[in-house]
């Protein structure tokens, strides 16, 4: 099993940044990819980042392309999601996600676990 929990949520003014977290634990060294997705009210979950346990295969959505920055730390079992100029659309419940043994992409069916989600608010 592999928990995750993601922190760093907020309200932020248009413009702003912020910087969310997710910590694994247990059995981390069974992850292949980690992944952060959003859903907003009244829409499906879309992919924002995703990164390779590894720290390569990195890839973001074009929507965020250029204002968010995914990391990760190896001591500490965490991935970050550096989040700058942000605007009203990136308003969501941010999720982290993690996949087992294989490179999960942008398709949120190939992760098999998922965090309990941190709140982004942008005010215009």
């Known amino acids: 099993q592999v928990q995750l929990a993601e922190s760093g949520g907020g309200l932020v003014q248009a413009g702003g940044s912020l910087r969310l977290s997710c910590a694994a634990s247990?059995?981390?060294?069974?992850?292949?990819?980690t992944a952060w997705f959003r859903q907003a009210p009244g829409k499906e979950r879309e992919f924002v980042a995703t990164?390779?346990?590894?720290?390569?295969?990195?890839n973001y959505a074009d929507s965020v392309k250029g204002r968010f920055t995914i990391s990760r730390d190896n001591a500490r079992n965490t991935v970050y999601l550096q989040m700058n100029s942000l605007k009203s659309m990136d308003t969501a419940v941010y999720y982290c996600?993690?996949?087992?043994?294989?490179?999960?992409?942008?398709?949120?069916?190939?992760?098999?676990?998922w965090g309990q989600g941190t709140q982004v608010t942008v005010s215009s």
């Open positions: 996600a993690a996949s087992l043994g294989v490179r999960a992409g942008e398709n949120p069916s190939r992760y098999a676990y």
């Open positions: 247990g059995r981390t060294f069974s992850i292949y990819s």
């Open positions: 990164i390779s346990w590894g720290g390569g295969g990195i």
